[in-house]
């Protein structure tokens, strides 16, 4: 197995001003394609640290993801410090001075002359593209390891993580064929239950031939499935049977898939049906508005928003004029927080045919218990919408 | 200098499952206590990756902070792994045992088996309490450096770190005296205009007797003033003039001091002069009214929240019965995000004496136009309950 090192670079990050959420992101993206991460360092923009940051991983990685230090500025120092490991002088790229002159005059802009310190790479190194940004990328070897470099820009690193870095690294690592990962995202259910609920499905576990795993980010979890196949018919003909299966069983609880999301799928059933919402709730003090009304073309679908103890949807229905009210209130337990702490949380959503209604008891702290109750009235109205029971009962409450 | 590292162990954090808030919660607070972050390793529960992370960072660092890996399961390595690095024995603390089976007796439960494995230290290991937990911390000294052992609970290690951790390591550098951190929370400025604003203070500099720092959470930036004194007295009669000077210059930008928030400041002054509130939103969707009727405390004066396009403060004041109102709209560009892309923001406030109104032109996307929208009401509110005037030019706006 080709073991991968993580080298995160700058002053920034070492100091803890930023958090570290592009470490993050290399190392799951590349646990979903089947690559382990073994080892992850932090250095600053310090030419000592680096080169020695450097060495170490060069002796102890099959190859080594460095991130940040490419930028135009003194103290961006990567390519500098990897032409020195490597023992090699700094040339400049023609082709990379090129297209970043170009880029500057196509917005009508002359190109900054720190620029030119980002054309500069070791020489022999290999090139990689950035297709968003001034900050190129290369691979050099130092030691045993292949050094992938990136820039710390996350939008440029993730784009270029997923198109140049991860191709690369399986290439070396003698692993073919394509990638896929399905994601389901659940409201209702804990990750000890989903992997019960999943329990048994040939082909699918943690290890399996299809790798399965969670992810929980209260109230919602994630339910991934990373499948490796020789191309794309032999990865649908092997997914398609597994993805079936996990949706069957994860059943009602899945609010959305893959990057949609639970507020985008209800706007999507109102705007395929024309329909219209308006939104009251108290204790959630416009959470729940907050989810849907700031979205792009929920302009002509969400009517109106009211934070006041009281209104029923039946009434929010006919003072808006929507077709569908969603009305959402907590009555929260009396004094401090302590462990049975909670609230009784009360959803109604009204429409023509009347109002439906599903009470829960959800426990946990004040801040703890809003957040479930913003998804418990979000999720019920994307079930009141689907034709799906709206009182199925969700692990975070209490009967 | 003293040199300190940061480990970080854990399968959670170097596969990327968990982002890794712990390592720049210690190396933020280092930095403002004075005291250098050098280096970060992660590494996972494995036992020749942890040995390995230990004698780089024994040969490397003054001081290594270790976070994670003393719970009671099998994956939980430190201590063991520890006492490998210092070639001693694993002994059991009675101290520690006693402790955690008193602390479960309180709670009227019987201490788990699996608990007895958190008592375990390595033989001569400075014992480091744990006052709300059952991960005790221990420093030993491996290659020439002191390690010091804190739990990957946050909450805990947060505690500990302060309590603990910090006053060692304050020991260990020959630093001494008491410290302290005064933080600023500003809206409408930006990092480089802050930093002109604060220049040529005596004494407040990035490297000065007065620390100064800056970190940016758009749409508010935190000032950060870090100071080291003999004893409190010496520490306030050095801190107070400064102290005085940097809230002057940055006068009404100054939204809240420390822990407090804008909101908290603004819910505070409502109470204090026993007003009420109404909010009225469209492009913000929810989100001013979230940011205050959720908070203890607001119940009595969060009267009413709306979102729908139009109502003016002063219909809305009327409608709810508040002593105050506040109604923010936004007329966004037409067509896609661009870089010059932006919104007309109008807010206006509505009490007994009138009505008093902002317009400003904040460019950006959608999601930024929308986080400053709810700022600048929220800051306009508090300038006009405070009596400070609500039109002063901010960063974030075009004229």
Redesign the interface.
């Known amino acids: 197995m080709m073991k991968v090192e993580i080298l995160?670079t700058g002053d920034e990050i070492?100091?803890?001003?930023?958090?570290?959420?592009n470490?993050?992101?290399?190392?799951?993206?590349?646990?979903e394609v089947g690559l382990d991460?073994?080892?992850?360092?932090?250095?600053?923009d310090?030419r000592a640290?680096l080169l020695?940051?450097f060495r170490?991983a060069g002796g102890?990685a099959d190859a080594v993801i460095v991130n940040g230090g490419l930028g135009p500025t003194v103290d961006d120092l990567s390519q500098e410090i990897a032409a020195e490991a490597c023992g090699v002088p700094l040339v400049l790229s023609d082709y990379w001075m090129q297209r970043m002159t170009e880029s500057y005059a196509r917005r009508g802009r002359v190109m900054p002359a720190n620029n030119r310190k980002q054309a500069m790479l070791p020489e022999g190194a290999e090139f990689i593209d950035n297709p968003i940004g001034t900050a190129c990328g290369f691979a050099v070897t130092i030691g045993k390891a292949r050094f992938l470099f990136t820039p710390g820009v996350p939008r440029e690193m993730r784009r270029m993580l997923d198109e140049q870095v991860i191709p690369r690294l399986l290439k070396l690592g003698g692993i073919t064929g394509v990638t896929r990962l399905k994601r389901f995202h659940t409201f209702g259910i804990g990750e000890s239950r989903a992997d019960e609920m999943l329990a048994g499905i040939p082909g699918l576990a943690i290890d399996g031939e299809i790798k399965l795993g969670f992810?929980a980010h209260y109230p919602q979890l994630e339910t991934k499935l990373a499948v490796r196949g020789a191309d794309e018919a032999d990865l649908n003909s092997r997914l398609a049977p597994v993805e079936a299966e996990v949706r069957r069983r994860l059943g009602n609880f899945v609010v959305a898939d893959d990057n949609e999301t639970l507020e985008g799928v209800i706007l999507r059933e109102l705007r395929a049906r024309s329909l219209t919402l308006a939104?009251g709730e108290d204790?959630?003090?416009?959470?729940?508005?907050?989810r849907?009304?700031?979205l792009?073309g929920?302009e002509g679908v969400?009517?109106?928003?009211?934070?006041?103890a009281g209104p029923s949807a039946e009434t929010l229905r006919a003072e808006s004029g929507a077709s569908h009210a969603l009305a959402v209130s907590a009555q929260l337990d009396e004094g401090p927080d302590r462990p049975d702490f909670g609230a009784t949380i009360t959803v109604q959503i009204a429409d023509a045919r009347g109002t439906v209604s599903r009470t829960a008891r959800l426990i946990g702290g004040?801040?703890w218990v809003?957040v479930g109750a913003v998804e418990l009235g979000l999720d019920c109205l994307r079930r009141h919408l689907l034709g799906l029971p709206v009182d199925e009962r969700i692990d975070f409450e209490r009967r």
């Open positions: 995160c070492l100091s803890g001003k930023t958090v570290n959420t470490y993050s992101h290399i190392a799951r993206r590349l646990g991460v073994i080892w992850g360092t932090t250095v600053g310090d640290s020695a940051a170490e102890r992810q939104v204790y959630t003090g416009g959470n729940i508005a907050a849907i009304a700031p792009a929920a969400f009517r109106k928003g009211v934070i006041a004040r801040d809003r």
